[in-house]
């Protein structure tokens, strides 16, 4: 499985941006997609997930900003953020959980600062 994340950048406190990724390879369709992301000096953080046939997760920073969405026919996952923080500055991977293993994508980069 390999998964290709895009969409980072730079963009000004309480600006968006969206991220994709791309799953393609043996990707089963029972699985959770979501994504983490990892700020310097920190640990890596799930941010959302979204399981098959259920309702997306959030982490408490992402509530109310972030809206995690898939396209099962072209195995996408996205990340619309929107009214971004410099908190959020971090490497954003992405993922799939599936019975066959763990995936990751390789990271892209947001920042957030003006």
């Known amino acids: 499985v390999q998964l290709q994340a895009s969409g980072g950048g730079l963009v000004q406190p309480g600006g968006s941006l969206r991220l994709s990724c791309a799953a393609s390879?043996?990707?089963?369709?029972?699985?959770?997609m979501g994504w983490c992301r990892q700020a310097p000096g920190q640990d890596r953080k799930v941010v959302a997930i979204f399981p098959s046939g259920k309702n997306p997760e959030y982490s408490d920073s992402a509530k109310g900003r972030f809206t995690i969405s898939r396209d099962n026919a072209k195995s996408m996952v996205f990340l619309q953020m929107n009214n971004l923080e410099p908190e959020d500055t971090a490497v954003y991977y992405c993922?799939?959980?599936?019975?066959?293993?763990?995936?990751w994508g390789q990271g892209t980069l947001v920042t957030v600062s003006s």
């Open positions: 390879g043996n990707i089963v369709s029972m699985n959770v």
């Open positions: 993922n799939i959980w599936q019975s066959t293993g763990s995936y």
